[in-house]
DNA sequence: TTGACTACCTACCTGTTGGTAGGTAAGCAA
DNA sequence: TTGCTTACCTACCAACAGGTAGGTAGTCAA
């Protein structure tokens, strides 16, 4: 049974090429060159481009919620939870690969509209994450904010976005850690 | 002398298809619908896409730096500047377009090297434009920095350029205030 | 042993891409 | 009047996009 191996493969291809090329920019051709597969025979497992779009985001999104319920569960002050959080973001940079959804915001007008929606629940997703991290963190009092929980959330959030989107103009990931380190830092207390 | 007129316009709804379904996502044949002039006739204009792409940054960074400079000679305190200048980026999410160099920098991968590097030097003025100002707002006494200026403005334009692409994917420019006066805000003092 | 199913293939389709060849009509300078 | 330039046009082109039709070889259950 390959089905899953070849399956997997081309997910795994599919979502390097949006992460570096974008999903407007990566063709079958691409993916059929670089599984070593024929063109066609990516239909039999994706039958639209559509379709394999939405599954990345699925599978992106269920490997990141899974990080993001371990993280959570581990037994951490939400500073240092944070951090890790971040790690995620400029581990992925360093490897030569935008955030999944950093990259597709912005072909987000050219997207059919199963992928955009997708695209808003995973922004909805992390700006949860980190609601209730921030949330956890005040009950237990190893924070104060300056604002509310929803919108330092929202900063955080947008700071790492925007970290990963100039630290990849610049080709220069290290923008991303002190960005992010002095935007938890500045969140209050 | 119809060229001048031609042409601008064409920049200028090149412009608008870029920030708004990216760079890849937009076509000759776009733009010919939009202007009412076939697409051969472009080629005329501009006998490449690159060079269209490079017109395009050019004309942009123009404007943007006038207004950059425009902005620097006001007699106002630093904080105020740093807001005007994050409204830059809130009113044109407002009116439905990303930030031209945020809606590229995604596809940065897929660009033309000649656009690369204009992307990479857009952020280069930027980043350079925010640190002069603070160091200016420092040197007043109006501000005290926690971090470096170089650092602090690479965390403002992280948080622009983030609170952008959160905000297009939420499709809720209202994200962007409140995110960059928190930012500003954190900066010290 | 048959028949259904899976994973692939070759061959092909239509629409679109950026780009070219070559022509025309108007303006303008000598 | 001639000749050059500008701004457009029609009519193409090859390459490539996503997608389809139909076939083959292997697996597996009844």
């Not at 992925?92 to 915001?105: I, Y």
């Not at 199963?114 to 005040?138: C, D, N, P, Y």
């Not at 929803?150 to 790492?160: E, F, G, V």
């Amino acid at each position: 049974m390959m089905h899953t191996d070849t399956r997997s493969a081309l997910l795994a291809e599919a979502e390097i090429l949006v992460r570096t090329k974008g999903y407007a920019a990566f063709s079958y051709a691409d993916l059929s060159d670089r599984i070593g597969i024929r063109k066609a025979s990516i239909h039999h497992h994706f039958p639209t481009k559509e379709g394999l779009g939405n599954a990345l985001i699925d599978s992106y999104l269920d490997r990141f919620t899974n990080e993001l319920d371990a993280l959570s569960a581990k037994r951490a002050d939400t500073k240092s939870k944070l951090l890790t959080y971040g790690d995620f973001f400029a581990g992925s940079l360093r490897d030569g690969l935008m955030p999944l959804c950093g990259a597709l915001a912005a072909d987000v007008a050219y997207l059919p509209v199963s992928m955009q929606q997708r695209v808003k629940k995973f922004f909805e997703i992390h700006t949860e994450w980190l609601e209730a991290t921030l949330r956890e963190g005040v009950a237990q009092d190893q924070l104060h904010l300056n604002s509310s929980p929803r919108k330092s959330a929202l900063l955080l959030l947008s700071t790492l976005q925007g970290a990963s989107v100039v630290a990849w103009a610049l080709k220069d990931p290290s923008v991303i850690r002190p960005a992010f380190k002095q935007s938890v830092d500045s969140l209050g207390k």
